[in-house]
């Protein structure tokens, strides 16, 4: 389909919602449910979402330690956290299954994924200045466009909310770590916003686990966001994000299998910044709601070997979309009427020194038109989705999802499914990489295409909540490394992918100074019948916070278990396992009257030995003593 055709379409959906509605409306009602965005494009109550959503306050992010946000993200079911060796290593988060790059990564409304790999590094997401964290899970490309067949994972930092605050912090600990952060949000007339900086430096542990040098990790981030009321109904949002990191890493040198204590350095930094338009007329009665918005993201790397050049690489991604939606109300009914236009282009700069063949650039364009309706009447939510992605270097994809939920007042609790279709297109890496001692990209690729469904029950009790979903999911073209040939190359698997499985998550107060959070995930991911590698069957989360109010002291304990897994061992290519462990991590504050505390905390307190990636160390226990001021 030609670009103009598709500009066609995208016009029509924006104006559907314009002229579709019937005269009656009624306002959007005030809830004080939990509301989020991930779940339809625009914000909506929790309890409207028919796909499995998880959300993580600040609080929920420091139980688990607070410094990187993927610590975080082990509690919540169906995820899987994979780390290289210590912090600031290669951190991948997968769903259900899925390729780390299937699932999209949002922060602040910015697409954070690298345009190179079309994954996200989660060594780069500091925890510090985090206020909340959304996870959708399933094939929710039809919303949120080719790489988001696994899920959507949407960090929001400090300042949304437009309430004064304050927070600053110090810590100092194991593996020499220091931590610095300021964080700060408010609002003065027709301004509101905040920001947060934060400093995080390590020392680390020798990820070769051969005895050698420590690699250590350097992490500055810098974030800002803010909003203006133009008048009643309009309004400027703007987001600026910034990570500078320096790693030290092993690396295998001399083609074995096996990682060697030498002297290499990644360093990189990640720019990206947001701009929209949010337009709410109250026409004829009717709530419209109109956003234009403008992204752009600059994401750079480079290696030095033993202090000399390596190679060089830069990714960069503008992306820019036209959204209205319309509520309105009829015959009982509250509908919710969404299109979508999307431009988005990314390009790659590969540098490898003079006369390197490496050296090329490559930029891709993808337009989209994308729809999406919603209708609740009394206990019944439906949703309907649809995306036409029209890639220039593959045929247009159309993916669709539709989910129903149901509530049941008599047991308090709701029933929710869905069913659905993704397509993810393959990463510029796997197109055109070109580096001719290890890997040669390959341009015939396919694009993976994902079917799945979930069914789930939500319950509410006294004091607490309960949620359960079954999924399924059929993988398609999947996208591997071929390491039988050499270079190694990316293939097209020739056989499905199926992944399934159970996923429980609740929380209970027992006391009003007293929080139990616990999950659960039961997953099977097999191609041919043969489990995928770092897909453990079984994890599970349990925490617990006890904050009794007019006391100065606060606890909280948390425990990560993970079962074993499936790796590859890369000296022989053999198959290996992963040995199960549990992570425990606990912190003890004292509050003092001016807002400040003083508090003890520590990171894998079982001084448990474990890899997520076969031939990587990971760190030991740690205790970090620190100083926090909040307000």
Not at 350 to 377: C, E, H, I, K, W
Not at 402 to 416: D, E, K, N, T
Request: charged share 25%; net charge negative.
């Amino acid at each position: 389909m030609g670009l103009n055709k598709v500009c066609q379409r995208c016009l029509i959906a924006v104006l559907i919602p314009a002229f579709a509605a019937p005269a009656v409306a009624q306002d959007t009602p005030e809830t004080e449910e939990t509301i989020v965005v991930i779940g339809a494009r625009v914000p909506i109550p929790q309890s409207e979402v028919t796909a499995a959503v998880t959300t993580l306050n600040a609080d929920e992010v420091d139980l688990h330690g607070g410094t990187f946000a993927a610590d975080a993200l082990r509690s919540v079911p169906g995820l899987t956290v994979s780390r290289s060796g210590p912090a600031g290593s290669l951190t991948d988060v997968r769903a259900r299954g899925s390729e780390a790059n299937h699932v999209l990564v949002l922060i602040d409304g910015i697409e954070a994924g690298n345009p190179f790999t079309g994954g996200y590094d989660f060594a780069q997401a500091s925890g510090f200045g985090v206020d909340r964290i959304e996870v959708l899970r399933g094939e929710q490309s039809a919303l949120w466009g080719p790489d988001a067949i696994g899920g959507v994972i949407n960090i929001q930092t400090i300042g949304h909310d437009g309430e004064d605050r304050l927070d600053l912090l110090a810590e100092a600990g194991s593996f020499s770590t220091r931590r610095v952060g300021v964080a700060a949000a408010g609002s003065h007339g027709a301004i509101s916003g905040g920001g947060a900086l934060s400093v995080h430096a390590t020392d680390g542990i020798d990820a070769s686990g051969t005895g050698g040098a420590p690699d250590g990790y350097d992490l500055a981030t810098v974030s800002a966001n803010g909003t203006l009321e133009l008048s009643p109904i309009a309004r400027l949002t703007s987001s600026l994000r910034a990570t500078r990191y320096e790693s030290e890493f092993d690396s295998d040198t001399d083609f074995d299998g096996r990682l060697d204590d030498v002297d290499r350095v990644r360093e990189g930094d990640q720019v990206a910044a947001r701009l929209s338009l949010v337009l709410e007329p109250q026409a004829f009665g009717l709530d419209w709601r109109n956003e234009v918005a403008v992204s752009v993201l600059d994401d750079r790397a480079e290696t030095r070997n033993s202090g000399t050049f390596g190679d060089r690489s830069e990714g960069r991604r503008w992306q820019g979309f036209v959204q209205s939606t319309l509520q309105w109300s009829a015959l009982d009914v509250d509908h919710r009427l969404t299109g979508l236009i999307e431009r988005e282009t990314e390009r790659y700069v590969s540098d490898g020194g003079p006369g390197s063949g490496q050296n090329q650039t490559r930029d891709v364009t993808t337009d989209a038109l994308a729809m999406d309706y919603g209708a609740t009447s009394g206990p019944l939510s439906l949703h309907v989705s649809a995306r036409l992605d029209d890639n220039e270097m593959f045929e247009d994809a159309t993916t669709w999802r539709v989910g129903a939920s149901y509530a049941v007042p008599a047991l308090g609790g709701r029933v929710r499914g869905g069913f659905g279709e993704g397509v993810k297109n393959p990463g510029v890496f796997e197109l055109f990489g070109f580096f001719p001692a290890f890997f040669v990209g390959n341009p015939d690729l396919r694009p993976e295409s994902s079917r799945g469904w979930d069914i789930g029950w939500e319950q509410d009790f006294s004091n607490g909540h309960l949620a359960l979903t079954w999924f399924e999911a059929e993988l398609e073209d999947e996208i591997y490394s071929d390491f039988g040939v050499f270079p190694a190359t990316a293939r097209n698997r020739l056989s499905r992918s199926n992944r399934s499985g159970l996923e429980i998550e609740g929380d209970w107060s027992p006391r009003d100074d007293l929080t139990v959070r616990a999950s659960a995930a039961f997953l099977r991911s097999d191609e041919n019948g043969t489990p995928e590698i770092r897909r453990p069957e079984r994890a599970a989360s349990l925490s617990a916070t006890w904050d009794p109010v007019g006391r100065p002291v606060s606890l909280s304990l948390a425990a990560d278990y993970v079962s074993d897994a499936r790796d590859t061992d890369f000296g022989t290519f053999q198959t290996v396992t992963l040995d199960a462990y549990t992570l425990v991590s606990g912190r003890a504050a004292w509050r003092f009257e001016n807002g400040a505390q003083l508090y003890l905390r520590g990171e894998n307190l079982m001084d448990e030995t474990y890899e997520d990636v076969f031939g990587y160390a990971s760190p030991g226990r740690g205790l970090y003593l620190g100083l926090r001021f909040q307000r």
